[in-house]
């Protein structure tokens, strides 16, 4: 937390100067009053300058991780169920924060408060810590006087989605590893150890076959190109960043991953399962359809499905069911269709959509276990062409050497 400098006069009229730490300048008078001091002035005392930090505020670096958000969620509806109030809560959970931006942005929603804002509205204005969805649930609890409960299901909800993406980072962690190795592997031997091969062929005037011909001109290549390859390298980074930063880019990238061999079912879903669990969360919660159609459309954290959310809301806005709209955008397989299909006839849809996001988690949870038996495979085909190219073009030219030595 920062340190105030603060000037005041006590209760006899004498002037006291000091320093004070606090969340804001308002904490910090509300805490001088306190003990009978008066303030004049509060001023927040210079830090040293942290060219680092410097860098990571002016380029926009700071990113607020999943374990974070959980743990102020829990945090908060821990300590509202207990009856500490909003901005005391807020108060104690930034002495523990550390992250730059959370800090930043749970200072000025504190600031908000005590002008006499809303907690929704506060955290409205920092898109880059609470989504949409969070915010809406936040509204919710406000207006309904069970903020904790919302808290609480948050909660949940974070933490579901964080062990979902766990799981999928967890299987793709070694096949990863061993790309990578391979790449890396591929770059030594280019760089180094095939032109000491070609320096010999050269000197014994062989004839080379093509496993070799084709070996040696791709080492060349990279050894006379090498600033060459990674100026493009470095080029098509920054452009595909570029280009998923755009709105048609975004969307086509989004479809990609869905539609991608081996990864793209998992991801699609997870994603299912996200929308499902969403959707009876808010619902539940007493959001209506229309408007839960569109905050999950803006959290859900992936522009083609998102499409497909906002085509739900927009036939429910002309009166159409919603299973029907959910079976148009041809996401959901026939047995979710019926769970959709009960859960409406039966006026228990939130407790529907709750079944449907296990049934996908389980799914989840069952495809990424053999994710790994699944792309092992490949792997060792990968691993096996690029070891028999390498044996065929460096052993095949000297034991024709051992030959003509015989």
């Not at 320093?19 to 805490?31: K, N, P, Q, R």
């Not at 006087?145 to 808290?151: A, I, K, P, T």
């Not at 990863?176 to 320096?199: D, E, H, M, Q, R």
């Not at 190219?389 to 030959?403: Q, R």
């Amino acid at each position: 937390m920062p340190q105030f400098e603060f000037k005041g006069r006590g209760s006899n009229g004498q002037l006291v100067d000091g320093e004070l730490e606090g969340a804001s300048s308002t904490a910090v008078a509300g805490a001088l009053m306190d003990r009978g001091v008066t303030p004049i002035s509060i001023v927040e005392k210079r830090q040293s300058i942290d060219v680092v930090e410097v860098v990571r505020e002016r380029f926009d670096l700071y990113r607020v991780s999943v374990e974070e958000l959980l743990m102020f969620t829990r945090q908060m509806g821990a300590l509202i169920k207990s009856g500490i109030p909003i901005t005391r809560a807020i108060s104690g959970i930034l002495d523990s924060i550390e992250n730059p931006l959370m800090v930043k942005s749970l200072r000025d929603i504190l600031e908000q408060l005590e002008s006499g804002r809303s907690l929704s509205i506060a955290c409205a204005r920092h898109p880059k810590v609470f989504s949409n969805l969070y915010i809406s649930m936040i509204q919710v609890g406000e207006n309904t006087g069970r903020l904790e409960e919302s808290f609480a299901m948050m909660a949940e909800y974070i933490d579901r989605n964080r062990r979902i993406a766990n799981n999928i980072k967890t299987a793709l962690r070694y096949p990863t590893t061993v790309l990578s190795a391979i790449a890396i592997a591929i770059g030594i031997v280019n760089l180094f150890v095939i032109p000491k091969f070609a320096s010999f062929f050269e000197a014994n005037n062989l004839e080379l076959p093509w496993q070799t011909v084709f070996l040696l001109n791709t080492s060349n290549f990279f050894v006379d190109y090498w600033m060459v390859v990674l100026g493009v390298m470095i080029g098509a980074f920054f452009g595909f960043r570029h280009w998923i930063n755009t709105v048609k880019g975004r969307y086509r990238w989004h479809r990609f991953i869905i539609k991608a061999p081996l990864v793209g079912d998992i991801l699609h879903r997870s994603f299912m399962a996200r929308f499902a669990r969403s959707f009876a969360m808010a619902y539940g919660a007493g959001v209506p359809i229309v408007q839960a159609m569109g905050v999950i459309a803006r959290s859900i954290g992936n522009e083609f499905i998102a499409g497909h959310v906002s085509g739900m809301r927009e036939g429910i806005e002309r009166g159409e069911a919603l299973t029907r709209t959910a079976n148009a955008t041809g996401m959901f397989t026939p047995v979710v269709m019926q769970m959709f299909a009960v859960g409406e006839e039966a006026g228990n849809l939130d407790e529907m959509m709750t079944h449907i996001a296990d049934f996908y988690e389980e799914e989840v949870d069952y495809d990424v276990k053999n994710l790994s038996d699944k792309i092992e495979p490949l792997i060792y085909v990968a691993m096996g062409v690029m070891v028999l190219i390498l044996a065929l073009g460096i052993f095949v030219p000297m034991w024709d050497v051992a030959k003509l030595a015989g």
